[in-house]
């Protein structure tokens, strides 16, 4: 089936703009996680929608950071007044159940590339 | 998360089982440890994971020690497009992941 999407796959904006990111995850998938890597570095987590619990938006960096997710389907990541430290690739990441007792596997989309200039 | 340590870097000849060892000394008894590999400019894939019976399936093999405190991820038959950094990564269920450095595995015609 279709795995986890994310537009755009690129993004260029001017430092000082807001940009809005998407992340489409894997039907039925009830867990959503943003994540955030810079270049030549591990990936950061950024925040965890899990169903209708409130979100763990501890990885969030400041408060120029924000996420949205409607139930368990699309998440939007948005990011006022961006600055050139914001210059990073966006990984987006779904997961489910699979039995009862066992463990989450993340299926992780392309990643939305953006560049602050 | 329990924390864990992987060397920097590895090699192996293509054709070749590649053995990936992981330190987790302080995993705690609900926590999994999960493997992914991140090939590079692209997302990261999930592998393997386990509690504390190896595990096998079509891409790789996990092998826990008895007292869990270690593991090893091995690729039976390594090739070229194997070559990615690779994650161990231990956590409880449904949390985030805490990626560290990885180890980078080159593999060599």
């Known amino acids: 089936g279709a795995g986890v999407s994310q537009s755009p796959s690129n993004k260029v904006t001017e430092k000082g703009k807001d940009v809005e990111l998407r992340c489409d995850p894997i039907s039925g998938h009830t867990a959503l996680y943003w994540y955030r890597q810079r270049l030549g570095q591990g990936l950061e987590f950024l925040i965890y929608?899990?169903?209708?619990?409130?979100?763990?938006k501890s990885g969030l960096p400041s408060d120029r950071f924000s996420a949205e997710r409607t139930g368990e389907s699309v998440s939007t990541l948005t990011i006022q007044r961006t600055q050139q430290e914001d210059s990073a690739v966006y990984l987006c990441?779904?997961?489910?159940?699979?039995?009862?007792?066992?463990?989450?596997?993340?299926?992780f989309g392309p990643g939305t590339r953006l560049t602050v200039t | 998360d329990a924390k864990t340590t992987q060397p920097t870097s590895m090699d192996c000849a293509e054709g070749r089982a590649a053995n990936l060892p992981c330190n987790h000394s302080?995993?705690?008894?609900?926590?999994?440890v999960y493997w992914y590999r991140q090939i590079h400019s692209q997302g990261p894939q999930y592998i393997i994971h386990?509690?504390?019976n190896n595990e096998t399936n079509e891409m790789a093999s996990l092998i826990i020690t008895e007292d869990r405190k270690s593991s090893t991820l091995i690729l039976p038959h390594a090739t070229l497009r194997d070559t990615a950094v690779y994650y161990c990564?231990?956590?409880?269920?449904?949390?985030?992941?805490?990626f560290g450095k990885g180890i980078t595995l080159s593999v060599r015609p």
């Open positions: 929608f899990q169903g209708n619990s409130a979100p763990d």
């Open positions: 386990g509690l504390k």
């Open positions: 302080t995993i705690s008894g609900n926590e999994y």
């Open positions: 990564i231990v956590r409880v269920v449904d949390s985030k992941l805490t």
């Open positions: 990441a779904s997961s489910s159940l699979r039995f009862a007792g066992g463990a989450y596997e993340q299926y």
